[in-house]
């Protein structure tokens, strides 16, 4: 079993939708969660990150984490085109915060 | 945020050789990273580099295989040796400044090897 698995995807929604992409996870020393945007061809960008449990707001983007469950979520409303990329999660343990373990990503289309 | 530089952007080689990809940053950082990206793939981390002292090495990760330089607190290099085509890949460096909010990811290098 992997340590983190992401829902593969693809997502293809129309654009205005709200999209749901999410993340679960067996480790429970993970503290640190992240979620990246990568464009084709391009590296990672770091869209929210989280500490612990809860729920925070950027914009048009919502990331939460249920520790409880061990789920992770990012939402993001009225999704644009330009919103069309993939999604990885990225989650990491007190003590070694700068070293992240990623899920696979899930690749998002969002049509005009 | 720090911005991130990487050579080369891509690269196709012949199957035994090696190839070094090497990673600039905007600014001093302490730690770099590389990562090793295959298609449809999560990011592996390969690697950790500290200036100053040997790389630490990812489980399935040799040093023969990917030496790592970290010769100042700005640049780090990682090479690919003795290359087959199972080597192909998307190669990212990243770095960190202080915690998990801001490690930055340069743009990958994609080798194929033949």
């Known amino acids: 079993q992997k340590e983190v698995e992401q829902d593969p995807g693809p997502l293809s929604v129309p654009e205005g939708a709200i999209v749901s992409l999410n993340c679960t996870y067996s480790?429970?020393?993970?503290?640190?969660f992240m979620w990246y945007r990568q464009y084709s061809r391009k590296g990672p960008e770091l869209l929210m990150y989280t500490y612990s449990s809860g729920n925070k707001e950027d914009g048009r983007f919502t990331a939460q984490v249920d520790k409880s469950s061990k789920y992770i979520s990012l939402f993001i409303r009225d999704s644009q085109p330009s919103d069309s990329a993939t999604y990885l999660c990225?989650?990491?343990?007190?003590?070694?915060?700068?070293?992240?373990?990623f899920g696979s990503g899930t690749q998002l289309t969002v049509l005009p | 945020s720090a911005v991130i530089s990487q050579k080369p952007s891509r690269d196709i080689c012949q199957r035994g050789t090696s190839l070094t990809i090497q990673c600039q940053v905007d600014s001093q950082v302490t730690m770099m990273f590389w990562y090793r990206q295959q298609p449809g793939q999560s990011l592996t981390l390969i690697a950790t580099?500290?200036?100053?002292?040997?790389?630490?090495?990812e489980s399935g990760f040799v040093i023969d295989k990917f030496p790592i330089s970290r010769p100042n607190l700005t640049f780090s290099t990682l090479t690919v040796s003795n290359m087959s085509p199972e080597d192909s890949s998307i190669y990212l460096c990243s770095s960190d400044s202080g915690g998990p909010d801001t490690q930055y990811f340069g743009p990958g290098t994609r080798l194929t090897v033949l």
């Open positions: 480790n429970s020393a993970f503290q640190y």
């Open positions: 990225a989650m990491s343990a007190a003590g070694s915060a700068r070293q992240l373990t």
């Open positions: 580099a500290n200036q100053g002292s040997e790389a630490t090495y």
